[in-house]
Each structure stands twice: as structure tokens, then as C-alpha cells.
């Protein structure tokens, strides 16, 4: 088993940043990509990063290219979201995921961008 731990999130004027941090414990090694997605009230949770546990490849939704950028410490077993020129439209519950031989998900974390 995975346990993912989401924190981070909170309320932030559009063009701020925020920091979102998953720490991941348990199986670890297990762990071959970490995502984040988000969903939005009264809208499909989608893909927003992911990133390899090596940290070797990312990629990035084109809604949140040049904006967001997913990180990884892996002797912490902790990645990261770091958002920056929020938009109103970025206002969701962001949701860290652990991809293995399972798929693990934390509990989520408000984001919410004001305009």
C-alpha cells in the first residue's frame, strides 16, 4: 500500500503562486510516476503533470504549460506542484496520484484562485 499526503492549497489572487506537496510513504518502491490532476465543480477530473519517480520525464497539460512545474524529491518521497500566474480558471481540487502495480490516490487540496 501507498499513502499520499496532499498540502499546499488555499486561496490566492489570480496571477499568485502556490506550492502543492504530496508525500508519498509505504510501498514506495512500488512507485514508477507520480501525477497530479484536478477537477472542478461539475467537471471530469483531468490530468494536470506527471512526472517519472526518477524525476526524467515530465509532461504537462497545455493548459498549465510555462505555468506549472512538477518536481520530485525521491529520497523524500515528496512531490511537488509549483503554480505560478494563477488564473481563475485553475480553481480546483487538486488530487496527487501514485501510478505502480496499483494506482493510489490522496485525499485531495482546495485551490482557489480569486479574479
Known amino acids: 500500500q501507498v499513502q499520499l499526503v496532499e498540502s499546499g492549497g488555499g486561496l490566492v489572487q489570480a496571477g499568485g503562486s502556490l506550492r502543492l506537496s504530496c508525500a508519498a510513504s509505504?510501498?514506495?518502491?512500488?512507485?514508477?510516476?507520480m501525477r497530479w490532476f484536478r477537477q472542478a465543480p461539475g467537471k471530469e477530473r483531468e490530468l494536470v503533470a506527471a512526472?517519472?519517480?526518477?524525476?526524467?520525464?515530465?509532461n504537462y497539460a497545455d493548459s498549465v504549460k510555462d505555468r506549472f512545474t512538477i518536481s520530485i524529491n525521491s529520497a523524500k518521497s515528496t512531490v511537488y506542484l509549483q503554480m505560478n500566474s494563477l488564473k481563475p480558471e485553475d480553481t480546483a481540487v487538486y488530487y496527487c496520484?501514485?501510478?505502480?502495480?496499483?494506482?493510489?490516490w490522496g485525499q485531495g487540496t482546495q485551490v482557489t484562485v480569486s479574479s
Open positions: 512526472i517519472a519517480w526518477t524525476g526524467s520525464s515530465t
Open positions: 509505504g510501498r514506495t518502491f512500488s512507485i514508477y510516476t
Open positions: 496520484a501514485a501510478r505502480g502495480i496499483n494506482e493510489y
